[in-house]
């Protein structure tokens, strides 16, 4: 790719200063466009040292309104960014709708810098790209714009580039050891960019390749190249917004909830559950005290060894989540876990990708978040509320599971739990609840609307647990109709998942 750019384009100052008239106050109602619309962009710079990135960016952000935008200089993983998933600190800061976010380098570090510098093995190369690539497409498919860009200069510009800055105290500060290393092996380097840009070249997320020697055309290159990908989103945007009242009726139609009507048909895990299984009062305590002793000790080896754990808890309303928790924590040194109740989102957490507030949330090596309601709510709630479209909570599937596969391949132990009770146990605990003015406040109007979609929950859910129930991230069913039995489970399971991990 790299071996066909005609590197000798120039751009004329008169020429380049008449397209900046003109792009210039483009890009900048195209801002005020993309806030209006709720359109999220990202902007990707990467490319080699010295082709001008910093001052193409300076250039690109000339027009707009500072408010709008944030720009993110990529250096060398922090310690605290180091503890957490490869992806996270790229998730953290991706943009809510109607805002911008630039990369001064970006994910791209850890397959070409990281790379050269020989800190992965090949087989981490290849997974790296596989989650880059997931990683775009579950962005650019919930909306966002994702423009990449690769400035590209020869070895012969970049030298005389890195000479200039060593010669000015000012500016020597700016060339590293590490970029004149580069420099020196610039065929290898470039190499391995070419392999970055092909492996991750795609529909949804394509390169752009920027001739960077002449800097004005490398900046009405990049002008012309956001201009037109945002205008195109605006316009497709626009188009979608006109049609919205036309197509109200079927989109309705894609959103509501419609059983099947052969339910003969249908694959069911629930159903299958044995809601018998019970423990007495002194059988409960004797294995909690035993269980809870053997999690004092995992979680301290969990910390020692820096593995990270993130549990999922879902289930019916009233089914026993908190109570499992409570047991689950009790042995825990609480600076080592945190329990992350999900509610309806925020007004912030709705302006970003569904996925946005639970990556915030996942632990770092050693600690362990356990989720009271989980990233599930995309194929549950939302699915039969009708909260996003068909085509959303459908492709949300793969979206959970390439999450759950970044999660476990970063090493850690990835749980989700299913707490099983039967329509009848669910109706006694409610009515418990109501009748209890210390435990009034856990039932709410919406808890007995729920449980007149009961069928449509039970759908939903054998559905959900085929679909996302993998080697690395399992679903268990806890049979939840004896309490004791289900916190017993709930700590087993969790015992046995650590102890495997540490025989390893």
């Given at each position: 790719m790299l071996e066909q750019i005609n590197l000798t384009k120039k751009m004329e100052k008169s020429v380049y200063?008449?397209?900046?008239?003109?792009?210039?106050?483009?890009?900048?109602?195209?801002?005020?466009?993309?806030?209006?619309?709720?359109i999220p962009v990202i902007l990707v710079f990467e490319g080699l040292g010295a082709s001008g990135k910093g001052l193409q960016i300076s250039k690109l952000i000339y027009p707009l309104d500072p408010r709008g935008f944030q720009v993110f200089a990529i250096k060398k993983a922090t310690e605290e960014e180091e503890m957490h998933p490869f992806l996270w600190r790229f998730w953290t800061k991706t943009p809510e709708k109607?805002?911008?976010?630039?990369?001064?380098?970006?994910?791209?570090r850890k397959v070409s810098v990281d790379r050269f510098e020989n800190k992965i093995s090949?087989?981490?190369?290849?997974?790296?790209?596989?989650?880059?690539?997931?990683?775009?497409?579950?962005?650019?498919?919930?909306?966002?714009?994702?423009?990449?860009f690769f400035l590209h200069i020869s070895q012969k510009e970049q030298k005389k580039r890195f000479d200039k800055l060593l010669d000015s105290k000012e500016t020597a500060w700016r060339v590293s050891k590490e970029d004149l290393k580069r420099n020196k092996e610039y065929e290898r380097y470039k190499a391995m960019n070419e392999e970055m840009l092909e492996k991750t070249e795609s529909e949804y997320a394509p390169w752009t390749i920027i001739e960077a020697e002449d800097r004005r055309f490398a900046t009405a290159k990049i002008y012309a190249t956001v201009v037109e990908k945002l205008s195109e989103k605006v316009a497709a945007k626009r188009e979608e917004l006109s049609l919205a009242e036309e197509k109200k009726a079927v989109?309705?139609?894609?959103t509501a909830w419609h059983p099947k009507e052969d339910k003969?048909?249908?694959?069911?895990?629930?159903?299958?559950?044995?809601?018998?299984?019970?423990?007495?009062?002194?059988?409960?305590?004797?294995?909690?005290?035993?269980?809870?002793?053997?999690?004092?000790?995992?979680?301290?080896?969990?910390?020692?060894?820096?593995?990270?754990?993130?549990?999922?808890?879902?289930?019916?309303?009233?089914?026993?989540?908190?109570?499992?928790?409570?047991?689950?924590?009790?042995?825990?040194?609480?600076?080592?876990?945190?329990?992350?109740?999900?509610?309806?989102?925020?007004?912030?957490e709705k302006s970003h990708h569904y996925l946005w507030r639970f990556w915030k949330a996942m632990p770092k090596d050693g600690h362990i978040t356990i989720f009271d309601r989980t990233w599930y709510g995309r194929v549950m709630?939302?699915?039969?509320?009708?909260?996003?479209?068909r085509e959303e909570w459908q492709r949300a599937y793969r979206e959970i599971n390439d999450m759950e596969a970044h999660l476990a391949h970063s090493g850690a132990i990835v749980l989700k739990f299913w707490m099983q009770i039967d329509k009848d146990e669910q109706e006694r605990r409610f009515k418990e609840r109501m009748e209890n003015p210390e435990k009034q406040w856990k039932i709410t109007?919406?808890?007995?609307?729920?449980?007149?979609?009961?069928?449509q929950y039970e759908e939903a859910v054998n559905e959900m647990i085929i679909k996302t129930s993998t080697s690395y991230a399992p679903w268990i069913i806890v049979e939840g109709n004896n309490k004791y039995y289900a916190r017993i489970k709930v700590l087993e399971s969790v015992v046995n998942a650590i102890e495997e991990r540490l025989k390893k």
């Open positions: 200063q008449e397209k900046m008239e003109v792009m210039e106050p483009q890009l900048a109602k195209l801002q005020r466009e993309c806030k209006a619309l709720g109607g805002r911008m976010a630039i990369f001064d380098t970006s994910w791209y090949r087989e981490e190369l290849l997974y790296a790209y596989q989650e880059i690539n997931t990683f775009e497409r579950t962005l650019t498919d919930d909306g966002t714009v994702l423009i990449k989109r309705e139609e894609k003969e048909l249908d694959s069911t895990v629930l159903s299958k559950v044995d809601l018998s299984l019970a423990y007495t009062k002194e059988e409960y305590k004797e294995k909690l005290k035993k269980l809870q002793d053997r999690m004092e000790i995992l979680h301290s080896e969990l910390y020692r060894q820096r593995i990270p754990v993130v549990l999922g808890f879902e289930g019916w309303d009233a089914g026993g989540k908190g109570g499992a928790i409570k047991r689950l924590t009790e042995p825990m040194d609480p600076r080592g876990y945190l329990v992350s109740p999900t509610a309806s989102p925020t007004p912030t709630v939302e699915r039969i509320e009708g909260f996003c479209t109007d919406e808890d007995w609307r729920n449980r007149e979609k009961w069928d």
